[in-house]
Nanobody
Framework: HVQLVESGGGSVQAGGSLRLSCVAS????????LGWFRQTPGKARERVAG????????YYEEFVRGRFTLSQDKAQNTMYLQMDGLKVEDTAMYYC????????????????WGQGTQVTVS
């Protein structure tokens, strides 16, 4: 199994920045894909960004492209999401996720999920 712990959420004014971190532990050698998702009450979870670890480049949903940046520190088993130019509509609980198949960045291929970190933009 893989355990994921997010941090870095908080409250920020529109136009501000936050950097989320996700530390993986356990059987990290299983991980073939990583992703960030978000959810607000009453709405479906949506993918924000992701990466296939074998030869992949970060993928971003259109609504964050150019504002958010996914990066990794492989030595620290840590994934980051740098969020710049935050908008009120970015307010959500953000989750990091990891998958063992590496087939796709669709949510169903992510078996492991963190507990979430709240981002509030006002």
């Amino acid at each position: 199994h893989v355990q994921l712990v997010e941090s870095g959420g908080g409250s920020v004014q529109a136009g501000g920045s936050l950097r989320l971190s996700c530390v993986a532990s356990g059987h990290t050698d299983e991980i073939k894909c990583l992703g960030w998702f978000r959810q607000t009450p009453g709405k479906a979870r949506e993918r924000v960004a992701g990466i296939l670890l074998i030869g992949g480049r970060p993928y971003y949903e259109e609504f964050v492209r150019g504002r958010f940046t996914l990066s990794q520190d492989k030595a620290q088993n840590t994934m980051y999401l740098q969020m710049d130019g935050l908008k009120v509509e970015d307010t959500a609980m953000y989750y990091c996720a990891a998958g063992a198949s590496g087939l796709s960045l669709v949510a169903k291929y992510f078996q492991y999920w963190g507990q979430g970190t709240q981002v509030t933009v006002s």
